[in-house]
Every structure is written in C-alpha cells, then in structure tokens.
C-alpha cells in the first residue's frame, strides 16, 4: 500500500532515519504534535510492503560547511523550539 508515514529524528549532524526502500522523502519540519517542544522529523511517499533502508541525512546550520561527496537538499527548518530561532538546513547524504 503507499501512503505518507512520518519519520522522526534527534537533531544531530548525520541522523538516520528508517524509511520503506523506495520511499520519497517530501517534507522536513519540526512535528509540534509531537510534545510541547516537538521534534524533527521527514514525512516521506512510501510503499508498506517494502523493507525497511536506513537513509543517511546531514544536518547543518547555515554558515556551517558541508562535506564532500553527493548531498540531495531536502529542505530547511525555522527551529522555533529554543528562545532563539535557528535555521537547519536536511540533506540526504547517500553512501
């Protein structure tokens, strides 16, 4: 069956998310239904039937330099969570 399934992650530079081989990651954000604080999560196209892939992504922080190799931009994220705002921006960083 396809349909959309959230994928949440811990804010670090090289999250991992397990996603339905074949899935398309379509969305990064900050999940508020998740708790009071929220957390940072993918929402991606998958095919239930699939097995699960872990799928590598990059985090950094706008001025932060990004590392060598193929990166496939996913989307930025306004992480309101703290008193400051900062700016992540997702990559997926295949291997």
């Known amino acids: 069956m396809r349909t959309v399934w959230k994928f ?14 074949g899935g398309s990651i379509l969305r990064v954000d900050v999940d508020h239904a998740a708790g009071d604080y929220g957390v940072m999560a993918v929402w991606a196209q998958v095919d239930t039937e699939n097995p699960l892939e872990d799928r590598p992504l990059f985090v950094t ?18 992480d309101r969570r703290t008193r400051d705002v900062f700016v992540w921006h997702v990559w997926e960083h295949p291997e």
Not at 61 to 78: A, F, H, K, N, R
């Open 8 to 21: 949440p992650f811990a804010l670090s530079d090289r999250p991992m998310v397990r996603i339905p081989r």
């Open 61 to 78: 922080g706008t001025g932060q330099e990004l590392p060598d190799g193929d990166l496939v931009y996913l989307g930025s994220i306004m």
